[in-house]
């Protein structure tokens, strides 16, 4: 289904593994997270880890997409105890 996107992740985002996006701004980094982050969520049992080194993480636009993409789902259930975030203000030495 995702064949260009698996393609270019080398097959994938896998779980205990770091995937670091990069891109010019508004090029759709902060959406796909989001996305991703209440795919997983909604499916599995697993936890998910945000590292955010732009300050763009925004729980009411995680709602918002939670909304949208899942419906049927309360997006306080879906959310509970399973997003850690940690915000990094710069990685530069």
Request: charged content about 20%.
């Amino acid at each position: 289904m995702y064949y260009r996107l698996d393609a270019i992740l080398h097959d994938g985002i896998y779980n205990t593994k770091i995937t670091e996006l990069t891109g010019i701004s508004g090029s759709g980094k902060t959406r796909f997270c989001y996305k991703l982050i209440l795919s997983i969520l909604a499916r599995t049992s697993e936890k998910v880890l945000y590292i955010d080194s732009g300050s763009s993480f925004s729980i009411e636009r995680l709602e918002y997409y939670c909304t949208v993409s899942f419906a049927a789902f309360s997006f306080k259930l879906i959310t509970a105890k399973k997003i850690f975030l940690f915000l990094i203000f710069s990685l530069r030495t």
